[in-house]
């Protein structure tokens, strides 16, 4: 477990290293920009089993931070970021307008928090829920590659509220289902954090409340299978070996239907 939040630590590092240098390389700032899409989706909600791995993953969200900031700061409207650069300078933005991570992240970070507290001893028991949340984020991005398919805009909207409905309570029910009070508390917690905001913003109008996420119909038909696929690995590693994935977390519904909530504009994530 060690080396794998070691890892991590370095790749960031390295990116912030790269970035002041004023590089406007896209590949230099990625890892930054996937470690933060990992932590608020894929990462969620294993971050550290002890107060030192919880740590290494304050450090490294903040270095994140700072690294994908310096690389807005130093290649925005200049004449070396390319096309690849303004797409991953407007992808930052839109991830800073739709991110709550910052917001879990004051909580679990704070020595002094209850959640921090909560977490850390509820540690083990959501680490042994790790393969049903998996279930989770697999059945999640299955979802999220259907809706990008919808063209009708009211299907859309209410599919995403449905499916942001959906994804609170997969992880919720698992967790009231095998873990204590205040590990539900927890996770309850972690999701209001992390899309509460796009929740009220985007489905006040309409309210969904749904027990499966939208699959197309040939998915919803299948019997589940005792094992979930394959095709979805949780680990930091396999995160950076295939940073496709990682434009595909639970905000990436945000990042497809983002101009019906933000305006896409650009700004460094404070």
Known sequence: ??????????????????????????????????SLVHYEGLGFPLYGQDDSELDDTCRNI??????????VGSCYNQPECDDECVEMITDIGLFSLNTG????????????????????????????????????????????????????????????????????DCFTNITRDTCSVNATFFVSFSLHKLIGHISQHLCKDSPALCERPPLPIEDIDEEKPDVIDNDID???????????????????????????????HVFAIK
């Open 1 to 34: 477990m060690g080396a794998v939040w070691g890892f991590c630590y370095v790749i960031i590092a390295l990116g912030i290293t790269c970035v002041s240098g004023n590089d406007c390389n896209v590949s230099l700032v990625s890892p930054c920009y996937n």
């Open 62 to 71: 903040n270095d994140s931070f700072d690294c994908v900031n310096s690389f």
């Open 101 to 168: 991570l910052k917001d879990l992240q004051s909580e679990l970070c704070n020595l002094q928090s209850a959640m921090r507290e909560t977490y850390l001893e509820n540690y083990d028991c959501l680490e042994r829920n790790a393969d049903k949340y998996a279930a989770c984020h697999n059945d999640s991005q299955k979802s999220q590659e259907y809706m990008d398919s919808m063209e009708d805009p009211k299907e859309s909207l209410y599919a995403r509220c449905c499916y942001l409905s959906w994804y609170q």
């Open 234 to 264: 949780n680990s930091i590693e396999d995160s950076y070996n295939n940073s496709s994935r990682l434009g595909v977390s639970v905000f990436q519904l945000i990042y497809l239907f983002g101009h019906v909530i933000f305006t896409k």
